[in-house]
Nanobody, 121 residues
Framework: QVQLVEFGGGFAQPGGSLRLSCAAS????????MNWYRQAPGNQRELVASITHGGTTTYDDSVKGRFTISRDNVKNTVYLQMNSLKPEDTAVYYC???????????????WGQGTQVTVSS
């Protein structure tokens, strides 16, 4: 069994910062790409940022230059540093990771439970 647990959501004023963390635990053999998604009310879930095991990152255009994704492969944790926050960043943020639970088992995408980020003055 694999669990992803997010921390760090909350409230911020426009221009402020928040840092999200997501820790993976359980029967983990390997963790490959890890991602942060977000879903605002009435919108579809969208991919915000991704990071490979080796540290290559990609970002949605809406967060480039403001958000930074990073990971600690020893701690099985991925982070999302969010700076210069805007009201339109308000959403539930989910981490997701492609994780293998064994040498011969397949790799699947596991999801965290989500954490609310609210940006408002």
């Amino acid at each position: 069994q694999v669990q992803l647990v997010e921390f760090g959501g909350g409230f911020a004023q426009p221009g402020g910062s928040l840092r999200l963390s997501c820790a993976a635990s359980g029967s983990i053999f390997a963790i490959y790409d890890m991602n942060w998604y977000r879903q605002a009310p009435g919108n579809q879930r969208e991919l915000v940022a991704s990071i490979t095991h080796g540290g290559t990152t990609t970002y949605d255009d809406s967060v480039k230059g403001r958000f930074t994704i990073s990971r600690d492969n020893v701690k099985n944790t991925v982070y999302l540093q969010m700076n210069s926050l805007k009201p339109e960043d308000t959403a539930v943020y989910y981490c997701a990771g492609y994780i293998s639970t064994g040498r011969i088992t397949g790799t699947r995408l596991y999801w965290g439970q989500g954490t609310q980020v609210t940006v408002s003055s």
